[in-house]
Each structure stands twice: as structure tokens, then as C-alpha cells.
């Protein structure tokens, strides 16, 4: 099992998560983090981590969001890692109340 970001990241894109993995599974892209399926242990620290509660185990994914564990994987081959936290975007809390936001996405 892998832990997944969602579409709730897309424009947030908090970092908070990043620092506290311990194997570096986070990639980042333009607006949207992505973790390595592959990398992740399943430690789920990350997912209290993130104010916008955008990561999710695969296993409880909703149905509407089934389609970011591949995105995950496939945006994590492309993308460099992020091991260090960065500023928000100055936008980030008015984006972490939108919904539907997966046409945003940047890759």
C-alpha cells in the first residue's frame, strides 16, 4: 500500500509534509506535490501533516480521486524530490477551499 496526494493540493501545495518523510518520496511540480509509489513505506506521517488533508492510503481513496494513484506515480518519474519545506504560494488558503480542481493541474 502507498499513500496518495489528491486533488486538494492542487494550488495549495503545502510542504509541510515533505520534511518529515524519511525516505524522500515527495516530487514537486508547478502546483501540485506527488508521492513515489514506489519510495513510500506506508509510514503515514505525512498524512497529519498536511493542513489540507490531501493525502490519503490508496486503500481509502474516494472514488472520485481513485485516478491520482496513477497521476501520483506517473508525476513522480517526471518531477524532482522535495526533502525541504518551502513557503505556501501566497494563495494557498484561499485555494485550499476550492473544490474540483483537478483541470488546474500543472505538469
Known amino acids: 500500500m502507498t499513500y ?41 506521517l505525512c498524512v497529519t501533516e498536511c493542513p489540507v488533508e490531501a493525502i490519503v492510503d490508496e486503500g481509502s481513496l474516494p472514488e472520485d480521486q481513485a485516478g491520482f494513484l496513477a497521476i501520483n506515480a506517473d508525476l513522480a518519474r517526471e518531477w524532482p524530490t522535495i526533502t525541504v519545506k518551502k513557503d505556501a504560494p501566497p494563495d494557498a488558503d484561499e485555494w485550499a477551499k476550492v473544490k474540483d480542481k483537478r483541470h488546474l493541474l500543472e505538469k
Open 4 to 44: 496518495v496526494v489528491t486533488e486538494a493540493c492542487i494550488k495549495c501545495k503545502y510542504t509541510d509534509c515533505v520534511e518529515i518523510c524519511p525516505v524522500d518520496c515527495f516530487h514537486e511540480g508547478p502546483n501540485f506535490l506527488v508521492i513515489d509509489p514506489d519510495e513510500c513505506i506506508d509510514c503515514a
